[in-house]
């Protein structure tokens, strides 16, 4: 389970598992950098993809590419996919310790 939550959540809530201290719901706040991403082109692409007979297995295809390229380098840099939304993802860079 802890694959598809972003790993900052996951390693708020085991901190919270073991200090016993905060309780749900509750909000952090934090200096981040935040980073909004998506595929440019992507309804042109989906459409060309259409008329090529590629469809939606190759769109499919495409974006897991993609995405499989942008999560190594963004993990790479110690980002944190926090959110999928169709051809975008929303990362964060948590604050050092």
Do not use: H
């Not at 840099?77 to 999928?84: A, E, H, L, N, R």
């Amino acid at each position: 389970l802890a694959s598809y939550i972003p790993a900052i959540i996951v390693n708020e809530l085991i901190e919270q598992m073991e200090s016993g201290i905060k309780t749900a719901p509750y909000r952090i706040t934090m200096d981040t950098v935040c980073m909004f991403c998506d595929v440019s082109g992507f309804t042109k692409l989906a459409e060309a993809m259409a008329k090529s007979g590629m469809g939606a297995e190759g769109l499919a295809k495409y974006l897991n590419q993609y995405f499989s390229l942008m999560c190594r380098e963004i993990q790479a840099q110690g980002g944190d996919i926090f959110k999928y939304a169709g051809d975008a993802m929303i990362v964060l860079w948590p604050p050092d310790e």
